[in-house]
């Protein structure tokens, strides 16, 4: 799994990192993870699946299954201080 690694604190850099264009569309991908509902891949366009898929199911932690990167909503939201 390649995942993501966020340097820094700018928020900038973490919409350039995850292809989006400002920070209304990275605060519509987060709620939409976590509803449930989540948007496709921002990087790739694959579908987002649970990373953890049995007891430690969690709407805020996201994977998805063409390009494997892994989306932790917690880590996205404290980028966007």
């Known amino acids: ?3 993501y690694n966020i340097l820094g604190n700018n928020m ?3 919409t350039k990192k995850l292809n989006m264009r400002n920070r209304e ?3 519509a991908f987060l709620k ?3 509803s449930e509902t989540p948007k496709p891949c921002p990087l790739c366009g694959g ?3 649970y ?3 049995r007891a430690k199911k969690s709407n805020s ?3 998805c299954i063409d390009c494997k990167t892994r989306f932790d909503a917690i880590k996205i939201l404290n980028e966007l201080d």
């Open 32 to 34: 939409s993870m976590w």
């Open 51 to 53: 990373f953890h898929k």
């Open 25 to 27: 569309e990275l605060v």
């Open 12 to 14: 900038d850099d973490i």
């Open 47 to 49: 579908k987002l699946d």
């Open 61 to 63: 932690d996201w994977v």
């Open 1 to 3: 799994m390649n995942g």
